[in-house]
T-cell receptor, first 116, second 112 residues
Framework: DGGITQSPKYLFRKEGQNVTLSCEQN?????MYWYRQDPGQGLRLIYY???????QKGDIAEGYSVSREKKESFPLTVTSAQKNPTAFYLC???????????????FGDGTRLSIL | GENVEQHPSTLSVQEGDSAVIKCTYS??????FPWYKQELGKGPQLIID?????GEKKDQRIAVTLNKTAKHFSLHITETQPEDSAVYFC???????????FGTGTRLTVIP
């Protein structure tokens, strides 16, 4: 089945540690996204990538980093500079915006990150 | 930037009744409006979307309406069932990128 796989489902981090969240898709989508979800809030965009080897900051990129070396993979690193990293992290993918039409985003089932 | 407001934050309906969730957006250039359903511990799932060249779209028990002049759009669920219970998010997107701006969500509870 085609889809987006996020791992791990739960992740615990100690203060001062960097952690990397995995996102893999087999939908052959060029565009991938990372969102953060906090209780009672909508999803907020951290980073996005429209194509391999290219990515752009979203609204809340501070304290996060990404790479896009392969079309299928878009890992997110939560660095120690992120002051409040406890949240639910969601990865999404889509075909690129083309021909004047925005394209639907498809989401994985998320990684819940907690600070010990 | 775009600001999307969503109401109500919680909604309880009896099974079989209709549910309506409303969203407003601030950027008149936005032209794509998806709705997502999120179940506990899962990622959001696209249930319906509408583009700005259309005023209404239906898919079985679900419909979305768009009023570009007033900059608001609504999700309508008819004949609600317990499995419709979830958190629903609206979103808006401007042309030129797929970036989505989300509302804060509505927790829908369908009472059997």
């Amino acid at each position: 089945d085609g889809g987006i796989t996020q791992s791990p489902k739960y992740l615990f981090r100690k203060e001062g540690q960097n952690v990397t969240l995995s996102c893999e898709q087999n939908l052959n989508h060029d565009a991938m996204y990372w969102y953060r979800q906090d209780p009672g809030q909508g999803l907020r965009l951290i980073y996005y990538s429209q194509i391999v080897n290219d990515f752009q900051k979203g609204d809340i990129a501070e304290g996060y980093s990404v790479s896009r070396e392969k079309k299928e993979s878009f890992p997110l690193t939560v660095t120690s500079a992120q002051k409040n990293p406890t949240a639910f992290y969601l990865c999404a993918s889509s075909i690129p915006w083309t021909g004047g039409r925005n394209q639907p985003q498809h989401f994985g089932d998320g990684t819940r990150l907690s600070i010990l | 930037g775009e600001n999307v407001e969503q109401h109500p934050s919680t909604l309880s309906v009896q099974e079989g009744d209709s549910a309506v969730i409303k969203c407003t957006y601030s950027d008149s250039a936005s032209n794509y409006f998806p709705w997502y359903k999120q179940e506990l511990g899962k990622g959001p799932q696209l249930i319906i979307d509408i583009r700005s060249n259309v005023g209404e779209k239906k898919d079985q028990r679900i419909a979305v309406t768009l009023n570009k002049t007033a900059k608001h759009f609504s999700l309508h669920i008819t004949e609600t069932q317990p499995e419709d219970s979830a958190v629903y998010f609206c979103a808006a997107s401007r042309p030129g990128a797929n970036n989505l701006f989300f509302g804060t969500g509505t927790r829908l509870t369908v009472i059997p």
